[in-house]
């Protein structure tokens, strides 16, 4: 197998591995034949891209490692997307709520 074929196959199992995920990974074609890894972001009806400066060469290990690192962005971004995000913070749960307040109720 080329290094063509390997490098599309890579950018494949790129493609599957964004199925239902708010951040999505995508590669553009350079005028050098390489290709730039970037992430995709959609939150909050606004898009984002953040490139990682991470490319594609066809050198079958330095590829390998690029798409985990990539990988590894991405699930490192969504974790922080979703802790980030004041709707299900717990935290705000706590600002409207007084502990005390509610055992005098009860109580």
């Keep these: 197998m080329n290094q063509e ?3 599309n196959k890579l950018i494949a199992a790129l493609k599957n591995s964004n199925y239902k995920r708010l951040i999505k990974i995508r590669t553009s074609k350079l005028k050098t034949g390489g290709h730039s890894v970037y992430l995709d972001i959609w939150h909050n ?3 984002e891209y953040r490139f990682l400066k991470l490319y594609l060469t066809g050198d079958t290990i330095r590829d390998d490692e690029t798409v985990r690192l990539a990988l590894s962005i991405r699930d490192k971004e969504e ?3 979703y802790t980030d995000d004041s709707s299900y913070s717990l935290s ?3 600002k409207r709520s007084d502990f005390i307040e509610y055992f005098r109720t009860v109580g």
Excluded: D
């Design 45 to 47: 009806g606004n898009r």
């Design 5 to 7: 074929a390997k490098t």
């Design 92 to 94: 705000s749960w706590k």
């Design 79 to 81: 974790k922080q997307l």
